[in-house]
């Protein structure tokens, strides 16, 4: 059974520093992904990996994913307030749309 | 282009009834999957259809069921409500022609009262 941690689960930072969200999944996938929540909101998608040595970029947010370690990292830099939300990797499992998400990462920015 | 549409957004239902929620699609996408999110069991898959055919089946009991349409519209039914029941059901699509970004509508809150 796939089995998806992330860690830490809670994160409260402060403005204009570096973190890093780690997420580990128990067997092979093909593909990770990253998502964004906001409170009341819906998932917003950040990245889709798909091989060994991935990474991409887009803003303060870097995902990386190392397939042979079963990890993938979602590295924010110099954080900024708009950044605080929960975020979600997700580990595809059999077909396209089946999903196993980890439990989150709420991350508080804070001045 | 519109994003994946749910109705209604928010619904509220006794124990013993029974509910029906809708998920329109991203135009052109013919996957569709549904999630059950909880604040202590989290987000969990409940099932994916993909051209009027369930693709495969979360661990929920017989309760829970959906279907496809030929117009990729998707709707779930949830039958004698339970308490626990309560959460936000999210539809999500995708091309399902590789893997694929899946994109999450708006969601449903169903309150079980």
């Known amino acids: 059974e796939l089995k998806v941690e992330q860690n830490p689960l809670f994160l409260s930072m402060q403005e204009g520093k570096n973190y890093t969200i780690y997420c580990n999944y128990s067997?092979?996938?093909?593909?990770l992904y990253w998502y964004r929540q906001d409170p009341g909101k819906s998932l917003e998608s950040l990245f889709v990996?798909?091989?060994?040595?991935a990474v991409k970029q887009e803003g303060r947010l870097m995902a990386s994913l190392d397939t042979k370690a079963r990890l993938s990292t979602l590295h924010i830099t110099a954080a900024v307030h708009d950044l605080s939300a929960t975020y979600f990797c997700?580990?595809?499992?059999?077909?396209?749309?089946?999903?196993?998400f980890g439990k989150g990462t709420k991350l508080s920015v804070k001045p | 282009k519109a994003g994946v549409t749910q109705t209604p957004r928010y619904l509220i239902k006794t124990r013993g009834q029974q509910v029906t929620l809708s998920c329109s699609p991203i135009?052109?996408?013919?996957?569709v999957s549904w999630y059950q999110q909880t604040p202590g069991q989290g987000l969990q898959f409940l099932f994916e259809?993909?051209?009027?055919?369930?693709?495969n089946k979360g661990n929920f009991p017989g309760r829970f069921s959906g279907r496809q349409f030929s117009n990729s519209r998707s709707e779930m039914n949830v039958s004698t409500l339970e308490l626990g029941d309560s959460a936000l059901y999210l539809c999500?699509?995708?091309?399902?022609?590789?893997?694929?970004?899946?994109?999450f509508g708006p969601g449903t809150r169903l309150t079980v009262l």
């Open positions: 990996l798909l091989s060994n040595g």
């Open positions: 999500a699509s995708s091309l399902a022609t590789g893997p694929d970004t899946q994109y």
């Open positions: 135009s052109g996408h013919r996957s």
């Open positions: 067997t092979t996938s093909d593909r």
């Open positions: 997700a580990v595809g499992q059999g077909s396209q749309g089946n999903l196993i």
């Open positions: 259809y993909f051209s009027e055919t369930q693709r």
